[in-house]
C-alpha cells in the first residue's frame, strides 16, 4: 500500500503563484508515473501534469504548459507542482497519484482557488 499526504493550496490572487507537495510513504518499490490530475466543480477529473519515470518524460495538459511545472525528490519519494501566473480557471482541488506495479494511488486533495 502506499500512502500520500498532500500540503500546500489555498486562496491566490490571479497572476500568483503555489507550490503544491505530495509525499510517498509504504510499499514504493517501483514508481511508473507520479503527478496530478484536477477536478472542478461539475467536471470529471483531469490531468494536469505526470512524471513518467521509466521514460523521464513529464506531460502536461495544454491549459498548464508553460505555467505549471512538476517535479520529483526521489530520495524523500516527493512529487512537488510549481504553479505560476495562475488564472481564475485553475481554481481545482488538487490530486497527485502514484502509479506502481500494485495501481493507482491518490493523494487527499487540496483545494486550490484563483480569485481577486
Known amino acids: 500500500q502506499v500512502q500520500l499526504v498532500q500540503s500546500g493550496g489555498g486562496l491566490v490572487q490571479p497572476g500568483g503563484s503555489l507550490k503544491l507537495s505530495c509525499a510517498a510513504s509504504g510499499s514504493i518499490f517501483r514508481v511508473y508515473a507520479m503527478g496530478w490530475y484536477r477536478q472542478s466543480a461539475g467536471k470529471q477529473r483531469e490531468l494536469v501534469a505526470t512524471?513518467?519515470?521509466?521514460?523521464?518524460?513529464?506531460d502536461y495538459a495544454d491549459s498548464v504548459r508553460g505555467r505549471f511545472t512538476a517535479s520529483r525528490e526521489n530520495a524523500a519519494n516527493t512529487v512537488y507542482l510549481q504553479m505560476n501566473n495562475l488564472k481564475p480557471e485553475d481554481t481545482a482541488v488538487y490530486y497527485c497519484?502514484?502509479?506502481?506495479?500494485?495501481?493507482?494511488?491518490w493523494g487527499q486533495g487540496t483545494q486550490v482557488t484563483v480569485s481577486s
Open positions: 497519484h502514484v502509479d506502481t506495479p500494485d495501481g493507482r494511488s
Open positions: 512524471i513518467l519515470t521509466r521514460i523521464g518524460r513529464t
